[in-house]
């Protein structure tokens, strides 16, 4: 699990920007979305990031991780950055990320 990232600031490049569809499940992304470069997840890739509160499409982003999605039937964490200083409930995140985490089971960890 990646629990040492919670409070880091970290860099996001894009591979799916706001408003994006997902190259084979067909979904539109309602947030920025995209992974933290020089890393890997538990599914072998780099890890992926949930850009929350920036309301148009981002090529990159410099962001605060206040939680992490926790996928328990799946090996592939997602960080949440949000603008320094910001916060987001739980609620919140669930809501924001629910066009794709729908089809997870999840834990929000802090």
Do not use: C
């Not at 997840?41 to 982003?61: C, I, N, R, T």
């Not at 987001?88 to 929000?108: G, H, K, N, P």
């Amino acid at each position: 699990m990646n629990r040492d990232y919670i409070g880091k600031i970290v860099d996001v490049v894009m591979d799916r920007p706001l408003g994006t569809k997902h190259p084979k499940h067909g979904f539109i992304y309602e947030v920025n979305y995209g992974y933290i470069p020089n890393t890997v997840s538990g599914d072998g890739e780099e890890l992926d990031a949930y850009v929350l509160g920036e309301h148009k499409p981002l090529e990159k982003f410099t962001g605060q991780v206040i939680a992490i999605i926790h996928r328990t039937n799946d090996d592939d964490d997602k960080l949440i950055v949000v603008e320094e200083g910001k916060n987001y409930t739980d609620e919140q995140i669930r809501a924001l990320t629910e066009f794709q985490e729908q089809w997870f089971e999840s834990v929000i960890i802090r």
